[in-house]
């Protein structure tokens, strides 16, 4: 079976989200729900400005949005995510939103807090790693970071959502980035309308 993707019917499915302080916590808020939705069983490690950033982007605190899942701030690093052993029963880790602070400390091997340290747990043990990247334009800096993460086998997921898919509200923008995130993960989900070539019942233009 291919590494990364859950096991069997009767296996408990399991994952760990990390949400950073970039722009955009809703993503990594909608990746965890999405995961329990399906039956996982989720592990949500936050850093202290996405607790900040959770205020001001969605005037609610990012603990009350997150009630009903396990929750640990990024100074834990004794929680469980830390370990390798731990990480072995998952499908993996995602970071979203990823800042490029965070980039940074996972490309240089740096694992100065339980998100770093997680992601870099991830990838030698080859587990999947997802970052979703919200930071635009991006520089040579975070081009060169980027490139390391995915040569040392992280995957790269700018939060750049898609429009074929004829978005009718902000929920579909953030489920079509959620739904790339997810198939990233190797969990099947249907967030949001793939390709089925060119269709003709279009709109959106129309609404701008």
């Known amino acids: 079976m291919e590494e990364g993707v859950a096991q069997g019917a009767g296996a408990v499915k399991k994952a760990v989200v990390?949400?950073?302080g970039a722009s955009g916590v809703i993503y990594g808020v909608r990746t965890a729900q999405a995961l329990k939705e399906r039956g996982f069983d989720v592990d949500v490690v936050v850093s202290f400005e996405?607790?900040?950033v959770s205020i001001y982007e969605c005037g609610e605190s990012l603990f009350e949005m997150l009630k009903g899942f396990r929750v640990y701030r990024e100074n834990e690093i004794e929680a469980p995510p830390s370990s390798s052993s731990y990480l072995a029963k998952t499908v993996g880790v995602v970071v979203s939103p990823c800042s490029t602070k965070t980039l940074a400390l996972i490309a240089h091997g740096i694992a100065q807090d339980l998100i770093s340290r997680a992601a870099l747990a991830a990838l030698r043990i080859k587990k999947r790693l997802v970052l979703v990247l919200r930071e635009t334009p991006l520089g040579e800096i975070e081009l060169e970071n980027a490139l390391k993460v995915a040569r040392a086998g992280g995957i790269i997921l700018p939060a750049s959502p898609g429009f074929y898919n004829n978005p009718k509200d902000l929920r579909d923008v953030v489920n079509f980035v959620v739904g790339k995130t997810l198939d990233a993960l190797g969990v099947e989900n249907d967030l949001y309308r793939r390709w089925e070539g060119?269709?003709?019942?279009?709109g959106l233009c129309e609404r701008l």
């Open 198 to 202: 060119v269709r003709t019942d279009r």
């Open 18 to 20: 990390a949400i950073t």
């Open 50 to 52: 996405a607790e900040k």
